[in-house]
């Protein structure tokens, strides 16, 4: 009876994950959620990291890197659709492959320039995240 009750507890982080993490990056509207808190509405709101990058290497990493973030996140939402479904291999493999795409933009900056925003640290949340989620979908 306790397995079953750990089971349910971690189908619940499981699921409480997917819908923060679906709902954060599938939102439309997320600037205006976000920047009118923010200490600088105006750049929150038009900042992109590609359009404002002065170095050549950067604006590419930088772009190539919005790419597989959105893959990711057609990932993550993938994977919140296998669980629905109860299909637990399937959410493991769109989880790794979202980890795989965060990978890649990371891989991007092992070179020089280096890269000064947030990029990373977020990144490596993100990647975070999305191993804890591959794991409870490995005991499920």
């Known amino acids: 009876m306790a397995n079953n ?3 349910i507890i971690i189908s619940l982080v499981g ?3 997917f819908t923060i993490i679906s709902n954060v990056a599938s939102s439309n509207d997320v600037a205006s959620t976000i920047c009118p ?3 600088n509405p105006q750049f929150c709101s038009t900042n992109s990291l590609a359009k ?5 290497q950067l604006k590419q990493r930088y772009s190539s890197c ?3 973030y959105d ?3 057609g990932d993550i939402e993938n994977a919140q659709k296998d669980l629905a479904l109860g299909d637990f291999n399937g959410v493991n493999i769109v989880t790794s492959g979202a980890m795989t795409n965060i990978g890649d933009c990371q891989d991007k900056f ?3 320039p280096k890269d000064t925003s947030l990029l990373l640290k977020n990144g ?3 990647n975070d995240i999305c191993s804890i989620i591959l794991v409870i979908s490995n005991l499920l």
């Not at 404002?52 to 050549?56: E, Q, R, V």
């Open 5 to 7: 009750s750990c089971l």
């Open 37 to 39: 808190k923010t200490s």
């Open 15 to 17: 699921v409480l994950s």
């Open 71 to 73: 893959e990711a996140i």
């Open 66 to 68: 919005a790419e597989s």
């Open 52 to 56: 404002t990058a002065t170095n050549p």
């Open 110 to 112: 092992a070179q020089p």
């Open 124 to 126: 490596k949340t993100l």
